[in-house]
């Protein structure tokens, strides 16, 4: 990854021990295995024991909405409170909007929104149609351009994240299920090297954060395990729904590195090694973050 100057040595290990804070973790106050998360009277995984071997150095996966307040994780458990919701009402007029030369609709192909279920919960994955890995933004463009005859929507624009969260709507509760196979195992190896590799002039990486000090406060908030079942993710701090990328964007650009941009290949394949980081939690998005 592209770096900026870097400080090195003694400095380097201080300025970066200063960003974190000890504080109370919600881990820490209670057993999270009865902590639970109940969305509309269905219960989802918030916890997994036995997480896959060989993946990372993590003995339990958390899901990021044991780390938020009370009030921030009641809102995530009413869709009438969630301020994510609105923007999944907009992809559902979208979604039935038809656009392009072809005159087509995603309802045209797809019927309704319901036959997108169990997608969130196995991507990134190899794409026959695509030939390479893909992400669902990838394949939402893939049809508005060479099914629908339409422009394709900005990676994380507004439209395209909306849509993400309707299609993540439908797989809520299934457990991730992201599989590395042969076709796209280079792919995955690149993602973790980007997770453990030190970047910026903070010389920090995703696993200093979220595999070595979750439950930290960092700054005035508290470190998650940076598991992304639950993107899109609404967030309180900007008001909108947020992509992965957006949110590897903003991560990197925290350590003071210059960052890569949203929709390329580095994030694509990060965004896969991390996912395969939460499997067995449930698709929890959207989610509500601060």
Same mark, same amino acid.
């Given at each position: 990854?592209?770096?900026?100057?870097?400080?090195?040595?003694?400095?380097?290990?201080?300025?970066? #021990? &200063?960003?974190? $804070?000890?504080? !109370?973790?919600?881990?820490?106050?209670?057993?999270?295995? =009865? %902590?639970?998360?109940?969305?509309?009277?269905?219960?989802?995984?918030?916890?997994?024991?036995?997480?896959?071997?060989?993946?990372?150095?993590?003995?339990?996966?958390?899901?990021?909405?044991?780390?938020?307040?009370?009030?921030?994780?009641?809102?995530?458990?009413?869709?009438?409170?969630?301020?994510?919701?609105?923007?999944?009402?907009?992809?559902?007029?979208?979604?039935?909007?038809?656009?392009?030369?072809?005159?087509?609709?995603?309802?045209?192909?797809?019927?309704?929104?319901?036959?997108?279920?169990?997608?969130?919960?196995?991507?990134?994955?190899?794409?026959?149609?695509?030939?390479?890995?893909?992400?669902?933004?990838?394949?939402?463009?893939?049809?508005?351009?060479?099914?629908?005859?339409?422009?394709?929507?900005?990676?994380?624009?507004?439209?395209? #994240? &909306?849509?993400? $969260?309707?299609? !993540?709507?439908?797989?809520?509760?299934?457990?991730?299920? =992201? %599989?590395?196979?042969?076709?796209?195992?280079?792919?995955?190896?690149?993602?973790?090297?980007?997770?453990?590799?030190?970047?910026?002039?903070?010389?920090?990486?995703?696993?200093?954060?979220?595999?070595?000090?979750?439950?930290?406060?960092?700054?005035?908030?508290?470190?998650?395990?940076?598991?992304?079942?639950?993107?899109?993710?609404?967030?309180?701090?900007?008001?909108?729904?947020?992509?992965?990328?957006?949110?590897?964007?903003?991560?990197?650009?925290?350590?003071?590195?210059?960052?890569?941009?949203?929709?390329?290949?580095?994030?694509?394949?990060?965004?896969?090694?991390?996912?395969?980081?939460?499997?067995?939690?449930?698709?929890?998005?959207?989610?509500?973050?601060?």
């Amino acid at each position: 990854m592209k770096k900026r100057v870097t400080l090195k040595g003694a400095a380097a290990a201080a300025m970066a #021990t &200063a960003v974190f $804070a000890a504080g !109370t973790s919600v881990l820490a106050e209670q057993d999270p295995t =009865v %902590k639970e998360m109940v969305v509309n009277g269905e219960e989802v995984m918030t916890v997994v024991a036995d997480p896959q071997p060989g993946v990372s150095e993590l003995d339990k996966l958390y899901d990021g909405w044991l780390f938020r307040s009370e009030e921030t994780q009641a809102l995530q458990m009413d869709d009438f409170e969630n301020p994510g919701m609105i923007f999944v009402e907009q992809a559902e007029e979208m979604w039935n909007t038809v656009e392009g030369s072809e005159g087509k609709s995603c309802a045209s192909c797809h019927g309704d929104p319901s036959s997108m279920k169990g997608v969130r919960a196995t991507y990134p994955k190899m794409s026959p149609s695509l030939g390479k890995l893909a992400t669902i933004e990838m394949e939402v463009n893939n049809c508005r351009e060479n099914r629908m005859g339409a422009e394709p929507w900005k990676y994380t624009g507004g439209k395209m #994240t &909306a849509m993400n $969260a309707l299609i !993540t709507l439908q797989s809520r509760g299934m457990p991730v299920d =992201v %599989k590395v196979d042969d076709a796209v195992r280079a792919n995955w190896e690149h993602g973790k090297e980007l997770y453990y590799a030190r970047t910026g002039q903070l010389e920090l990486s995703c696993a200093n954060c979220h595999e070595q000090h979750y439950g930290e406060r960092i700054r005035a908030d508290m470190l998650s395990q940076g598991q992304i079942n639950g993107f899109p993710a609404y967030r309180l701090k900007n008001g909108k729904l947020n992509s992965v990328h957006a949110r590897f964007k903003g991560c990197v650009r925290d350590t003071r590195a210059e960052t890569y941009k949203p929709g390329s290949q580095a994030f694509i394949d990060l965004e896969l090694y991390v996912a395969t980081r939460g499997n067995g939690l449930s698709v929890t998005g959207p989610s509500v973050r601060n």
